[in-house]
């Protein structure tokens, strides 16, 4: 009896040392989870969002949310090894199909992180989400679009994407060609999700900067695991969208 209660100890001391490693990172990458901004002293601010696979991280002036540059794809961090692939690229369209490596520290208690390697930004970066959700976290790419009253679908899965990211406060939307590196426009800033209606406060904006400061108000709805997204466009025009989650 005695033997057998050791052996049964010994066993689950066996299973809490020996955890899975890919279990413990699973969890490391979810508290990875949302969006962290780092603030440069030659006033640049980098934004960068995390949610589900993809990525985005956009540097744009402090003092009037200038657009810089933006650079995304997916990611996986093993360790501290912080791996991410590039789908666009505005400050080197080659590194689009390319990926690297960087060092990632993440500091739970702190609520904060650090970057090491080629491109990052010296300093912590600040976890501005403090683990908020939305109905609408997530990656998605548009896959419907009304026009003269006519739903028509987009091909997900053509190299020419229109993707929009949101962690829990923040969005950034991205027009790219992962066939051809080009880059079209990008906006993004902070947002909020709730009781139907999508507001966007525009932080920066690649095609034109004016726009800064600006919110914009939607409705949305969650259908089928799709987002409805209608309202009116900022040009006054009707506007009725469908994006579809990113898997």
Same mark, same amino acid.
């Given at each position: 009896?005695?033997?057998?209660? &050791? ?7 066996? %299973?809490? @040392? ?13 508290? @990875?989870?949302? %969006?962290?901004?780092?603030? #440069? ?16 991280? *956009?540097?744009? /002036? ?35 199909? *390319? ?26 970066? #600040? ?9 609408? *976290? ?12 006519? @739903?028509?679908?987009?091909? *997900? ?9 949101? /962690? ?9 060609? #992962? +066939?051809?590196?080009?880059? &079209?426009?990008?906006? $993004?800033? /902070?947002?909020?999700?709730? $009781?139907?209606?999508?507001? +966007?406060?525009?932080? &920066?904006?690649?095609?034109?900067? /004016?726009?800064?400061?600006?919110? @914009?108000?939607?409705? &949305? ?19 009725? +969208? ?6």
């Amino acid at each position: 009896m005695l033997s057998r209660m &050791f052996a049964t100890a010994g066993f689950c001391l066996l %299973a809490v @040392l020996f955890l899975p490693s890919q279990a413990v990172q699973a969890q490391s990458a979810d508290q @990875l989870q949302g %969006a962290w901004k780092l603030m #440069t002293p030659e006033g640049s601010t980098h934004l960068l969002v995390l949610s589900g696979d993809y990525f985005s991280w *956009t540097q744009y /002036s402090s003092k009037d949310g200038a657009f810089i540059s933006t650079e995304g794809g997916t990611w996986t961090k093993t360790g501290k090894n912080f791996a991410i692939s590039y789908e666009f690229n505005t400050a080197d369209k080659e590194k689009v199909g *390319t990926s690297k490596d960087l060092k990632l520290v993440h500091q739970p208690k702190k609520q904060t992180i650090k970057l090491k390697g080629s491109g990052a930004p010296k300093g912590k970066w #600040t976890d501005i989400d403090q683990g908020k959700t939305t109905p609408l *976290t997530g990656a998605w790419l548009i896959s419907g679009r009304k026009r003269n009253g006519e @739903l028509g679908t987009i091909n *997900t899965d053509r190299p020419r994407k229109t993707m929009k990211i949101l /962690s829990g406060t923040q969005f950034q939307w991205i027009a790219y060609n #992962t +066939e051809t590196k080009q880059f &079209f426009g990008t906006g $993004g800033g /902070s947002y909020t999700a709730e $009781g139907g209606k999508y507001v +966007e406060n525009i932080g &920066f904006f690649s095609r034109d900067n /004016s726009r800064v400061g600006a919110s @914009l108000s939607f409705d &949305f709805e969650v259908e089928k695991g799709d987002w409805i997204h209608s309202g009116k466009s900022s040009k006054g025009a009707p506007l009725y +969208e469908i994006w579809s989650k990113r898997k």
